[in-house]
């Protein structure tokens, strides 16, 4: 990083009083207790119990369905303001139309302990754990789902609206379209584009309509959905790779917001997204649209693009950062904090969007537990330092940026990846839930104290 000497030192305090600033977490990442109080499996059960990474699932994870107030304590202690969490949608409807007082009565235990603890709740409503018993019936391919996700959002609106002042529709649904539906890597592992696009469409009517129904009951609320957004690059100026990367950036970056924002498709830059007008009804283009009082921008890397004939629709390929000797993280993903300056600015561009909140960066390295237990993961906290940096330079800028969430708390399950990539700035023990601050937790600790610096 090049930094002006009227830069020296800079501390939380040059983003400002009101930026707000916290970690993330999803409730099956981090549950368990896959089947407490009446819970039923969704597709993320049934998906890591049938083809887990070497037979990891979330059944117990790290146990935060049982840990919250200790975990809640230990997140105080680092003195974070903000926590964003997700709702599982099968415990509060573990079967069709059947609400179950349990699963609300859980998280009205979470939230009312945030607050006690001073601690702002930020809930997301869908980060990918569908109920199971919908995936019998298409999922996100059958439209059926809006209308229970509609019913779904109305509840948690009413059930937790009075407290909560920060919502967040849908996490990353070009992620869990598309690797989901097209890709089958993700659950319920279904390939091909005749699910991915009833699916994606589906998913910017729910992201919409779960916008409106949220505004409607709780007006004073901020709400928001979530992006997974890349920095797109061709790898040569040259037309063929620039248009491919045209291409890529309409799916990655532009696929959901601009719906959102009124905007429509972007046909123009990727013509096979023609073939969703045959899942559209008459009147959906305007349900499509909500006036979203921010978004939320998850940013991890940047992708380099080349042309391919051999990519079906696209005629892209990824020119992986291995082949370009570039430095990866546990996932293979670069190591480029400047992505999300970039990113930052493209998405602050667009009119309709009135704030911005990063509400995940950071990344995955190999962590070592060292004898004195002391966990020192310096490549974590110099990434998540190089990032915020990154950040107060767009805003500085001018650009529409308010916030800033690491991804993520605790160690949890990566997914489709297991337990083995480490995301956290706490190290989860996941034999014995032994919790242990890493360097990179003790930082921002005392970064938002005011005590540490960017550099």
């Not at 009082?293 to 892209?316: H, K, M, W």
Request: glycine letters at 8%; hydrophobic letters at 35%; aromatic letters at 14%.
């Amino acid at each position: 990083m090049q930094h002006s000497t009227a830069e020296k030192g800079l501390n939380r305090s040059v983003l400002g009083n009101d930026f707000k600033w916290g970690v993330s977490v999803s409730a099956y990442q981090i549950e368990g207790a896959h089947d407490a109080d009446d819970k039923s499996p969704s597709i993320w059960d049934m998906f890591t119990n049938r083809k887990g990474y070497k037979g990891h699932n979330g059944n117990v994870a790290c146990d935060f369905y049982n840990n919250y107030r200790s975990d809640l304590q230990l997140l105080k202690s680092l003195n974070v303001p903000n926590f964003r969490f997700s709702l599982a949608w099968p415990r509060i409807f573990p079967a069709s139309g059947s609400y179950n007082s349990k699963g609300t009565d859980y998280y009205n235990r979470i939230i009312d302990y945030c607050l006690e603890l001073g601690i702002e709740p930020w809930v997301t409503l869908y980060h990918w754990d569908l109920p199971h018993y919908m995936e019998e019936k298409g999922g996100w391919t059958n439209r059926d789902v809006v209308g229970h996700f509609e019913n779904y959002a109305e509840v948690c609106a009413r059930q937790f609206g009075d407290r909560v002042k920060h919502w967040m529709v849908l996490n990353e649904p070009l992620v869990f379209t598309g690797a989901g539906y097209y890709l089958g890597v993700h659950a319920p592992g279904k390939r091909g584009l005749l699910n991915f696009l009833p699916a994606l469409h589906n998913a910017v009517l729910c992201q919409a309509q779960g916008g409106r129904i949220i505004k409607e009951i709780c007006p004073q609320a901020e709400v928001g959905t979530t992006f997974s957004c890349s920095h797109i690059e061709a790898y040569r100026n040259k037309e063929s790779d620039n248009t491919a990367a045209k291409k890529v950036d309409a799916l990655l970056n532009r696929l959901f917001v601009e719906p959102a924002l009124g905007l429509g498709y972007p046909f123009k830059d990727l013509k096979i997204l023609e073939r969703i007008q045959k899942y559209m009804k008459p009147g959906d283009e305007k349900l499509m649209a909500f006036d979203f009082d921010f978004i939320g921008i998850q940013n991890y890397t940047r992708e380099v693009i080349r042309f391919s004939l051999f990519t079906p629709y696209l005629n892209a390929a990824l020119v992986t950062a291995k082949s370009r000797n570039a430095p990866v993280t546990a996932m293979n993903w670069e190591v480029y904090p400047e992505s999300l300056y970039h990113v930052i600015k493209k998405f602050s561009a667009y009119q309709g969007v009135k704030k911005i909140y990063i509400t995940e960066n950071g990344a995955a390295f190999k962590d070592i537990l060292l004898t004195d237990n002391r966990i020192n993961d310096y490549q974590r906290r110099d990434f998540i330092k190089n990032c915020i940096y990154q950040l107060y330079h767009a805003k500085s800028e001018g650009a529409k940026v308010d916030g800033y969430f690491v991804w993520s708390f605790l160690d949890n399950l990566e997914w489709s990846e297991g337990f083995r990539p480490r995301f956290g700035l706490v190290y989860v023990d996941f034999k014995t839930q032994r919790r242990i601050v890493k360097a990179s937790g003790e930082w921002y600790r005392d970064f938002l104290a005011g005590e540490a610096y960017l550099y």
